[in-house]
C-alpha cells in the first residue's frame, strides 16, 4: 500500500483544532471527512488498496492531498474507515427494514440480491469481501483486525436470519456468507460473461434449493 506507514501530524478529532473550532468549521470538517471516506471506500474497492492513491481518492473528494493529514494518520487509518463504510452499505442491503425476517424467505432474497449480475458490475459499490478480501488477507495487521471486527457484526446478523437450530447457526452462517463471497469471486474472476452467470445461478440455487 502506497506510502502506508509514512506518518503526517497526528490527526485531529474532527471539530477541534488550535483553539477549538467554530461550528461551521467543524461542520466544514466533518463533510469533508465524509466525503474523503466515501471516495476512499468507492475507490478501494474498484482498484484494490495500492491502486488507488491519497492523491486520487482526494482528488475524487474534490480536495487536494495537503488536507489529507488534518483527517487521517496515514493510508492505512483511511482504508479502515473506509472498509467500515463499505460494510456498512452491506449490512443495510441484506438486513435492512426491506428484507423479511422469516429464515427461509430471507435467505431467497438475499441470495438473489447479492449473487446478481447488477453486484457483479459494481465493484465499487458492493461488498467489500470479493472485492477487497485478498488485499485483506496481505495488508498490515491493523487493516485485518477491522476487518476481523465488520466479519464478526455480519456474522452476528446471519446467525439472527438462517434459521434452523441455535447450535448449528454460525456454522451455516459462515457456509452462507462464504458461498455468496466466493461466487461472487469467481465470477469476477472469470473473461467469459456466460461462465460468470453460471457461477452466480449454481451458487444462487444452491442456497435457496429448501425454498423452492
Known amino acids: ?8 501530524p497526528a490527526a485531529r478529532p474532527v471539530g477541534r483544532g488550535r483553539g477549538g473550532a467554530r461550528p461551521q468549521q467543524a461542520a466544514q470538517k466533518a463533510k469533508s471527512h465524509a466525503l474523503i471516506v466515501e471516495s476512499a471506500s468507492r475507490l478501494f474497492r474498484e482498484r484494490g488498496f495500492a491502486g488507488a492513491t491519497v492523491d486520487e481518492v482526494m482528488a475524487a473528494a474534490g480536495l487536494t492531498r495537503g488536507g489529507f493529514y488534518a483527517h487521517f494518520e496515514d493510508k492505512v487509518d483511511l482504508a479502515a474507515e473506509a472498509l467500515a463504510v463499505a460494510f456498512e452499505g452491506s449490512i443495510a442491503n441484506l438486513f435492512g427494514a426491506d428484507m423479511p425476517r422469516e429464515p427461509r424467505s430471507w435467505r431467497e432474497r438475499a441470495a438473489k440480491r447479492y449473487l446478481t449480475e447488477a453486484h457483479l458490475d459494481n465493484t465499487g459499490g458492493g461488498c467489500p469481501l470479493p472485492a477487497l478480501g485478498g488485499d485483506v488477507a496481505r495488508a498490515e495487521p491493523e487493516l485485518r483486525s477491522a476487518t476481523e ?5 455480519v456474522l452476528a446478523e446471519l446467525e ?9 447457526a454460525r456454522q451455516r ?30 451458487c444462487r440455487r444452491e442456497l435457496t434449493k429448501d425454498s423452492e
Open 1 to 8: 500500500m502506497e506510502s502506508v506507514r509514512k506518518r503526517g
Open 149 to 153: 471486527k465488520q466479519l464478526a457484526r
Open 173 to 202: 452462517s459462515i457456509a452462507f456468507l462464504a458461498t455468496c463471497v466466493g461466487a461472487m469471486t469467481l465470477a469476477r474472476s472469470v473473461e467469459d460473461r456466460a461462465v460468470a452467470r453460471e457461477i452466480l445461478n449454481a
Open 160 to 168: 439472527q436470519r438462517v434459521g434452523g437450530d441455535a447450535a448449528g
